[in-house]
């Protein structure tokens, strides 16, 4: 199964999830939705070899290395959207721990925002895709 395919199906959880309320399981696969499609970006958009990329994220934390480079890129075509982008992920993982690894409450009004987070990135991906570029795509 591709990454993609995998994105699609956590993607696809997230509703179901929030049909029985379920908002920890819903901001964790709502980001991980995200990352994959980051992921996937990588590996399409980004001028690394396989073996690159195995290589680096061995080295560093793989979330943090495919954000970096999905921004680097996306920087080269519009340095706005790269720092949108970046801010915007970054509050997005920060509410993923928070759910998955604190003993605070999960209000689901998060899991809500999980999945307009998700749905906006996906939007912004498939913008890249469609057009093969991110000038003028204002997501956030």
Do not use: W
């Amino acid at each position: 199964m591709s990454i993609l395919q995998k994105s699609g199906e956590n993607f696809k959880a997230v509703d179901l999830l929030l049909l029985e309320n379920l908002s920890t399981p819903v901001i964790h696969c709502a980001y991980y939705s995200s990352l994959q499609l980051i992921i996937h970006f990588v590996y399409n958009y980004c001028n690394l070899s396989e073996q690159q990329i195995r290589q680096r994220t061995n080295q560093n934390s793989s979330h943090t290395f495919y954000i970096g480079e999905c921004v680097k890129e996306i920087k080269r075509l519009d340095s706005r959207n790269a720092v949108l982008f970046y801010k915007y992920f970054t509050i997005f993982k920060k509410i993923r721990t928070d759910s998955d690894y604190d003993n605070a409450a999960i209000v689901a009004s998060n899991s809500i925002k999980a999945k307009e987070k998700v749905i906006k990135i996906r939007k912004f991906f498939k913008l890249i895709e469609d057009e093969g570029k991110c000038k003028n795509i204002h997501y956030i």
